[in-house]
T-cell receptor, first 114, second 117 residues
Framework: DTGVSQDPRHKITKRGQNVTFRCDPI?????LYWYRQTLGQGPEFLTYFQNEAQLEKSRLLSDRFSAERPKGSFSTLEIQRTEQGDSAMYLC????????????FGPGTRLTVL | AQKITQTQPGMFVQEKEAVTLDCTYD???????LFWYKQPSSGEMIFLIYQGSYDEQNATEGRYSLNFQKARKSANLVISASQLGDSAMYFC??????????????FGAGTQVVVTP
């Protein structure tokens, strides 16, 4: 039973470049979440998908951020024109629905913007 | 306003001892869930234990137990018989309105636990 996977695990980029991260959820989970975690803080919610529909976006998700889940399976998170403030750990989670709908997290992608 | 408060930034505990990690929360919902996650230095968030607001008994999961005091809005995690592998960051999180079809998790700032031999 494979867990949530994320790729890449680490990404170093220069300011102004575009980056894309991928998340593969647990196969039977139809719910997928993205969170961002900065140093010394807990994760903060970014966005949520139910199957392929993006149902909620946080105000943290500026217009430079876009997320997709085209076939209701894997998801991508793209950041355009990266800024130093985008440096963080980007975490993906999936959940099966029902109660308590526990979210299971992937290993994260650590982004460093130089 | 902060929904989840973890007042202990860091704790040292000796191997085989028990440790209690504090978590208080703020919600006006009647139906909510509280979760604890462990984050080792590798970065992955590992689910430990869940407590629902309507659960009458405190949750237990192996060496983890939750001291749930609803009136005080606290959900403290107790780790018994600490092991060196328990050294990690521990996060308390809440999902409000379990009656809704989905819900984001809101996390506290975490408590760093270091287990010493």
């Amino acid at each position: 039973d494979t867990g949530v996977s994320q790729d890449p695990r680490h990404k170093i980029t220069k300011r102004g470049q575009n980056v894309t991260f991928r998340c593969d959820p647990i196969s039977e989970h139809n719910r997928l979440y993205w969170y961002r975690q900065t140093l010394g803080q807990g994760p903060e919610f970014l966005t949520y998908f139910q199957n392929e529909a993006q149902l909620e976006k946080s105000r943290l998700l500026s217009d430079r951020f876009s997320a997709e889940r085209p076939k209701g399976s894997f998801s991508t998170l793209e950041i355009q024109r990266t800024e130093q403030g985008d440096s963080a750990m980007y975490l993906c989670a999936s959940s099966p629905g029902g109660v308590p709908d526990t979210q299971y997290f992937g290993p994260g992608t650590r982004l460093t913007v130089l | 306003a902060q929904k989840i408060t973890q007042t202990q930034p860091g704790m040292f505990v000796q191997e085989k001892e028990a440790v209690t990690l504090d978590c208080t929360y703020d919600t006006s919902d009647q139906s909510y869930g509280l979760f604890w996650y462990k984050q080792p230095s590798s970065g992955e968030m590992i689910f430990l234990i869940y407590q629902g607001s309507y659960d009458e008994q405190n949750a237990t999961e192996g060496r983890y137990s939750l001291n749930f005091q609803k009136a005080r809005k606290s959900a403290n995690l107790v780790i018994s018989a600490s092991q060196l592998g328990d050294s990690a960051m521990y996060f308390c999180a809440m999902r409000e309105d379990l009656t809704d079809s989905w819900g984001k998790l809101q996390f506290g700032a975490g408590t760093q636990v270091v287990v010493t031999p």
